[in-house]
């Protein structure tokens, strides 16, 4: 009686178990459905339309990768500002941003969806920092001749990506605007299944921004090991600005600037009190002001 007591109960958890990993399977598929952090070009322009912004998205392939990318304002603005979005993201996030005035007065915009976001090989990550920043060179150098001075804004993950173009390519950067940056190898959080969902059996399950910024998070500790003895070479300007309360990057990063940019001829670190993480979002006019600072001291 025992043990069909015990094969019976051992049924129930199993059964239990199935029902509970189909269940988990489809709420990642319906997550996967309706929240992808992106914005398709026909939702895009008619935003640009609606807020009379003078916006173009187009694509272009580099390394055997096709990339979408949005540049907004007049060509023959003062400079040049390209936005790198964090892990997960798009280039759709800084939409709104593009209709500010006082921007678009000065600048020319560029934004792009980084491999594996938005509609950029969506799922399909690249995990080389060396070789994302190659990718947005090939943009603002290639497809398009950028007008300098060109000011490069990187956020969260995006900022590693914004140094490493610095490092490689110092006649093309003129500046830095780093908001809240992940830049430190080893101060990146990690989870108990960030390495699980890298396995190939669970990975195809997970919803496609999720497993881009899974092995974005699981490569970062080793890519920005890779360019530590790079920072040095870096001569622009760089404002660094991040939330006092940021829960998602560690405030050490500003330690780590200030120990590595030390040939930066101006390097500004600001706190902002009672913020998170998404400053673009929440705290717009700093994150503009951050931008101004580092504009006054390369346009002279």
């Not at 319906?30 to 003078?54: C, E, P, V, W």
């Not at 950028?146 to 390519?169: F, N, T």
């Not at 190898?185 to 899974?214: H, Q």
């Given at each position: 009686?025992?043990?069909?007591?015990?094969?019976?109960?051992?049924?129930?958890?199993?059964?239990?178990?199935?029902?509970?990993?189909?269940?988990?399977?489809?709420?990642?598929?319906?997550?996967?459905?309706?929240?992808?952090?992106?914005?398709?070009?026909?939702?895009?322009?008619?935003?640009?339309?609606?807020?009379?912004?003078?916006?173009?998205?187009?694509?272009?392939?580099?390394?055997?990768?096709?990339?979408?990318?949005?540049?907004?304002?007049?060509?023959?603005?003062?400079?040049?500002?390209?936005?790198?979005?964090?892990?997960?993201?798009?280039?759709?996030?800084?939409?709104?941003?593009?209709?500010?005035?006082?921007?678009?007065?000065?600048?020319?915009?560029?934004?792009?969806?980084?491999?594996?976001?938005?509609?950029?090989?969506?799922?399909?990550?690249?995990?080389?920092?060396?070789?994302?920043?190659?990718?947005?060179?090939?943009?603002?150098?290639?497809?398009?001749?950028a007008k300098h001075p060109i000011?490069?804004?990187?956020?969260?993950?995006?900022?590693?990506?914004?140094?490493?173009?610095?490092?490689?390519?110092?006649?093309?950067?003129?500046?830095?605007?780093?908001?809240?940056?992940?830049?430190?190898?080893?101060?990146?959080?990690?989870?108990?299944?960030?390495?699980?969902?890298?396995?190939?059996?669970?990975?195809?399950?997970?919803?496609?921004?999720?497993?881009?910024a899974n092995t974005e998070k699981?490569?970062?500790?080793?890519?920005?090991?890779?360019?530590?003895?790079?920072?040095?070479?870096?001569?622009?300007?760089?404002?660094?600005?991040?939330?006092?309360?940021?829960?998602?990057?560690?405030?050490?990063?500003?330690?780590?600037?200030?120990?590595?940019?030390?040939?930066?001829?101006?390097?500004?670190?600001?706190?902002?009190?009672?913020?998170?993480?998404?400053?673009?979002?929440?705290?717009?006019?700093?994150?503009?002001?951050?931008?101004?600072?580092?504009?006054?001291?390369?346009?002279?």
């Amino acid at each position: 009686m025992q043990k069909r007591a015990r094969r019976q109960w051992l049924r129930k958890i199993l059964a239990i178990s199935l029902v509970l990993v189909l269940l988990f399977i489809i709420a990642c598929f319906i997550f996967d459905h309706y929240y992808q952090f992106r914005r398709d070009d026909q939702d895009l322009k008619k935003f640009y339309s609606a807020n009379h912004i003078n916006a173009t998205i187009g694509y272009y392939q580099t390394q055997g990768r096709k990339l979408r990318y949005v540049t907004a304002g007049d060509e023959n603005a003062k400079g040049t500002l390209v936005f790198l979005h964090g892990s997960p993201g798009s280039m759709s996030f800084y939409s709104r941003r593009f209709a500010d005035k006082d921007i678009l007065n000065k600048f020319r915009i560029f934004a792009v969806d980084r491999p594996g976001y938005g509609y950029s090989g969506f799922g399909h990550p690249e995990p080389s920092i060396q070789k994302q920043a190659e990718m947005v060179r090939v943009l603002i150098d290639s497809v398009y001749h950028a007008k300098h001075p060109i000011i490069v804004v990187g956020s969260s993950y995006g900022a590693a990506i914004a140094g490493r173009l610095a490092m490689d390519y110092p006649n093309l950067v003129d500046g830095l605007v780093l908001t809240g940056p992940a830049i430190g190898p080893g101060l990146e959080k990690y989870f108990w299944f960030t390495y699980v969902i890298e396995s190939p059996a669970v990975r195809w399950v997970i919803p496609r921004m999720f497993r881009s910024a899974n092995t974005e998070k699981v490569n970062h500790k080793k890519e920005l090991e890779k360019m530590l003895p790079y920072w040095k070479n870096i001569q622009v300007p760089v404002a660094y600005l991040q939330g006092e309360n940021d829960e998602i990057v560690d405030t050490a990063n500003a330690d780590f600037a200030r120990k590595h940019l030390i040939n930066a001829p101006y390097l500004d670190i600001q706190f902002v009190k009672g913020r998170g993480h998404r400053l673009a979002q929440f705290e717009w006019p700093r994150f503009k002001e951050a931008i101004w600072k580092v504009y006054e001291k390369v346009s002279h």
